[in-house]
Nanobody, 125 residues
Framework: QVQLVEFGGGLVQAGGSLRLSCGAS????????MGWFRQAPGKEREFVSG????????YYGDSVKGRFTISRDNAKGTVSLQMNSLKPEDTAVYLC??????????????????WGQGTQLTVSS
């Protein structure tokens, strides 16, 4: 089992940048594929980005491709999401999640067994 805590949310102007981090405790982080999802009020939970257990494979949702970068440091037990060129439509609660299928990147929320509590990102226009 792994416990996840997100850090770094806040208020930023459109065009700005922010970095989210997710700290993991419990089992070795490399045993999990990691993902970031987001959920805005009244909308479905959306896959943002994912990374496999080794960090060699990453994947991004179409709405963030080219603007966001996911990375992980298994030794430190952290996963980060660097967000650039932020837009008001990026406003949402961002959630970190862990999947036991560490060998690939899943875009499906049901494959992620462990979730953080979420951190709010608000992008003003």
């Amino acid at each position: 089992q792994v416990q996840l805590v997100e850090f770094g949310g806040g208020l930023v102007q459109a065009g700005g940048s922010l970095r989210l981090s997710c700290g993991a405790s419990g089992r070795t982080l490399s045993s999990y594929g990691m993902g970031w999802f987001r959920q805005a009020p009244g909308k479905e939970r959306e896959f943002v980005s994912g990374i496999d257990g080794s960090g060699s494979e990453t994947y991004y949702g179409d709405s963030v491709k080219g603007r966001f970068t996911i990375s992980r440091d298994n030794a430190k037990g952290t996963v980060s999401l660097q967000m650039n060129s932020l837009k008001p439509e990026d406003t949402a609660v961002y959630l970190c999640a862990a999947s036991p299928k560490y060998w690939y990147v899943s875009m499906n929320s049901y494959e992620y067994h462990y979730w953080g509590q979420g951190t709010q990102l608000t992008v003003s226009s």
